[in-house]
């Protein structure tokens, strides 16, 4: 029995199939597979989604308010990709394991996080500056300065 069978051909149900069943390197043997995002696509997506940010626009500056507990500044990450689009990215560890301790409950998220953000026109990449202090990391993208207004020429007439 085919997976379209299974799921009544209903695509959503089908995706999320393939999403479940995907590998890193869709390597499984099996074909079908290869139509759907693979776990890599999957887990990256759930780290963006998992880490929240809170963005604000200054009159000079945007600056990026990313919470980030327990992580020093080398697990951090902070790049502009593709000229304007600003990465923060990294990974948060479980400490080791101590004999004869073991979990009772694990909330906390380990494991890779990442956030992009498109930085709009007037955001100045050259001047861009991060600080994490206390647990949250504030990442200032400075602006460039408003163009400057044309000013009309005048053009003098002469008589023929």
Known sequence: MDIDSLMGFDPLLRNLHYILEATDDNTTGNKSNNSGPSRAYVRDARAMAATPADVKECPNSYVFIVDMPGLK????KVQ??????????????????KEGVKYVRM??????????????????????????QDG??????EKLPPPEPKKPKTIQVQVA
Not at 73 to 76: A, C, M, P
Not at 112 to 132: G, H, Q, R, V, Y
Not at 136 to 141: A, D, K, Q, R, S
Request: hydrophobic share 35%; glycine share 6%; aromatic share 4%.
């Open 73 to 76: 500044s080398g697990d951090i």
């Open 80 to 97: 502009v990709e593709r000229d304007n689009v600003l990465v923060i990215s990294g990974k948060r560890n479980r400490e080791e394991e």
């Open 107 to 132: 909330e906390r998220r380990m494991g890779k996080f990442m956030k992009k953000f498109a930085l709009p026109e007037d955001a100045n990449t050259d001047k861009i500056s991060a600080i994490c």
């Open 136 to 141: 949250v990391l504030t990442v200032t993208v």
